[in-house]
């Protein structure tokens, strides 16, 4: 059995709670989380060893002693992507391949880094949001995408990356500028790429289902709801890279991608003026 630690802001959340029990599902139990380590004590809910005790894993101290007695890691904070750095700094430097948790980074700068460590070091390491594996979004013809109109629910902050991710994928990675076109309540962001092709993002309130109109150069259109088990997919592809340590996301659409958010928050104070990105 391969062991997997995980690495924590608190371990009382729900990427936390769940990836145990997909992860051993999915490899009918050759990977377990089996170590876990949390930088501090969620508030107001169950504190790091109360949540290891009912999971059934090993809380040890240090990131160190995680990183040493597991096989396999996952930096998770999926929330508070700006500890990342942090959490993440030494796993980048100990060569077993590691997953890191959406959002990736807080910003552009922190996400090159990242992924600059990890290059030195020879660490495998990808990161991604769970939508780019669905598999609506997977089956589809990128040859001549247009425009991509995508929706779905959640502030922009924290969910903007499931729909960012799916046009990036889609897309491609050469995006030029972002305007944001929404309201405080429906953040909306258009994202205009190198050669004129345009993607919108555009949250609704809890219970809007992820999904996106797909225009094609052709004139035809294809109208997208996510149904598939995403997250099933996702721990799929997880798993074969921790057997592989071969990635599949390219980090030049990950650096996109959160570049894409960190300009999308700074083009919300001055809507509809595009904001160009750096080269």
Partial sequence: MKTIGFIDY????????????????????????????????KPGGLTNAEWCEKKGIELLPTIEDVIRKSDYLIVLSPDYPEYHEELSRLPLQ?????????????????????????E???????????????SEYTELDKAGIETICSTGPGKFANYSIHQI??????????????????????PALLIGFADGRQATVNHFGNGTPFGMIVDYASGNAKSIKIQSDF???????????????????????????ITIIEYGLKAAKTPYQWLELPE
Avoid: C
């Fill in 165 to 186: 991710e799916p046009i990036v994928a889609l897309m491609g990675s050469d995006v030029k500028r972002v305007m944001f076109t929404g309201t405080e309540k429906s």
């Fill in 231 to 257: 997250f099933n997919l996702f721990i799929q592809n997880l798993v074969v890279f921790f057997e592989t340590g071969k990635v599949v996301v390219d980090p030049a659409d990950t650096v996109a991608i």
């Fill in 10 to 41: 608190f371990l009382d959340e729900w990427h936390a709670e769940k990836y145990p029990g997909w992860i051993e599902s999915a490899t009918g139990g050759k990977m377990k989380v089996a170590y876990a380590y949390g930088m501090t004590d």
């Fill in 94 to 118: 100990s060569g077993k391949p590691t997953y890191i948790d959406k959002t990736f980074a807080p910003d552009r700068k922190t996400a090159l880094l990242l992924f600059e460590w990890a």
């Fill in 120 to 134: 030195k070091y020879g660490t495998p390491m990808y990161s991604s949001s769970a939508l780019r594996f669905a």
